[in-house]
């Protein structure tokens, strides 16, 4: 088969989510499949994270914009080479495009109510392009591949959609996530704490950063530790603003905020915090959990959506919708040894349920099953 896969954000150096399912699925089907003939269509970038193979061909397209890019210079490319099958990986797929498709369709969250503001216009313009694109192309899919059962429930049931053409495959997470030891020779560059509380956010409002921010306010006042906050991936800007909001600037000095951390640095930044926060509203799978869990630290995470199917029955979740709950939990760890061994020990065991290795096969399973 000659197989196309959409992996168009890769070579970016700030990475994110659906940027390292790509990457990680394709490292996986390289060492996988010695067969078939892979074309894997990327924009340009400066971290040239995947190298080619005798059967997998890297396809480097230029375009000003991610629009361009995906609806004229991608399926021009996939015409030319005459495949038998194009995999688009990040929620979104040419409307015109003469091949059987497979759109990988991480969560259908830009169909749904908004569960607050979003300050960030990048990610409103994305929710628009999402919202125009995906109802075009879902007959055109040959299959649509999710995350999770507990998505490929809510996309079916949304979207009417026939269960034979969904399926659910499961994200993995990279192997250099595990217990580092001296992690403070890299956490050094983002906290002077040795000991710490980790909480990755963003401006999307499913991330929950406010109610977050307001659960550590109730913890502080709690615990005789008061452990600092290294809050990653937002800007002091917007911080500052939710403290002003919730009535908490109080805590600010409590709170570290260096921005991005680099993904070679997060195993270090895992292994060095106390407890990891993954206190979102709504997610459709969770790596960042895995990965926390596989460093050996404890993740205080939700009840719902799909946090209960990735973090199990013996993971400490609570209704992430009250401060005071996320608060409890923290004081428990802190103050109950036992509790937060065997939180620990769940975690590195939990975690060996997933890897890439198996969402590479179950992928390969989907391509050769496309005719």
Known sequence: MRIGIEAQRIFRKNKHG?????????????????ENEYYIFVAGGEDKCLGETNNFHI???DCPTYPLWEQWALPRAVGRLKLDVLHCTSNTAPIYVKVPLALTLHDIIFLEPRQGGNKSLYQNLGRVYRRFVVP???????????????????????????????VAVYNGYNSYFQ?????ETVTGKYIDSADYIFFLGNTDPKKNVPGTL??????????????????????????????RDEGISEIREHIVCPGYIENKDLPS????????????FRESFGIPLLEAMACGTPVVTGNSSALPEI???????VDVTKPQLIADKLIELEKDESYYKSQVAYGLERVKLFSWKSTAEHLLEIYTSIK
């Open 269 to 280: 930044i895992y292994s060095g915090a106390k407890v990891f926060l993954y206190t979102s």
């Open 179 to 183: 217990p580092v030891k001296n992690p």
């Open 136 to 166: 075009k192309i879902l007959s055109k899919c040959s299959k649509i591949i999710t995350v999770s059962k507990f998505e490929k429930k809510r996309i079916g049931d949304f979207l009417k959609l026939p269960d034979d053409k969904l």
């Open 59 to 61: 396809i480097e397209l």
């Open 214 to 243: 307001k659960a550590y306010s109730l913890y502080l006042k709690q615990s005789k530790l008061k452990l600092p906050l290294l809050l990653a991936d937002i800007k002091e800007d917007y911080l500052n603003s939710i403290l």
């Open 311 to 317: 973090a199990g029955d013996g993971a400490a979740m």
């Open 18 to 34: 659906m940027d390292f399912v790509a990457l990680e699925a394709i490292k996986q089907l390289q060492l996988l499949d010695k």
